[in-house]
């Protein structure tokens, strides 16, 4: 089972998509900073979803605690550099569907 971490604000419902796909997902409150990342699972899982362009230290924070881990941004707006090179996918949700950005989430 493909396991997902949400940071930020699930506004455009990818959540319940991917729950929907089969995905064990799970949220990290507040600022996403390393404790609600922990406390989320992040260590076990295989996706980390940022949702919001202002988490985007939750990136690193991630990859540190597990380097494995996949990184989706699906949010408007721009990412920062410093963040850019450890996303694998940067999606704009008025360009993309949750529903079609979870069956590919699921399907990897």
Do not use: C, W
Request: glycine share 8%; charged share 25%.
């Amino acid at each position: 089972m493909t396991r997902a971490v949400i940071a930020g604000n699930d506004v455009s419902r990818l959540g319940d998509a991917l729950a929907t796909e089969g995905v064990d997902v799970t949220t990290a409150a507040g600022t996403a900073n390393r404790d609600a990342l922990e406390a989320a699972g992040i260590a076990e899982a295989d996706v980390l979803v940022v949702t919001e362009m202002r988490l985007a230290t939750s990136i690193p924070v991630a990859k540190e605690l597990n380097p494995d881990v996949r990184v989706v941004v699906y949010a408007e707006g721009s990412l920062p550099d410093f963040a850019r090179g450890q996303a694998g996918h940067i999606l704009d949700p008025k360009l993309m569907d949750p529903d079609f950005v979870a069956e590919e989430v699921a399907a990897a």
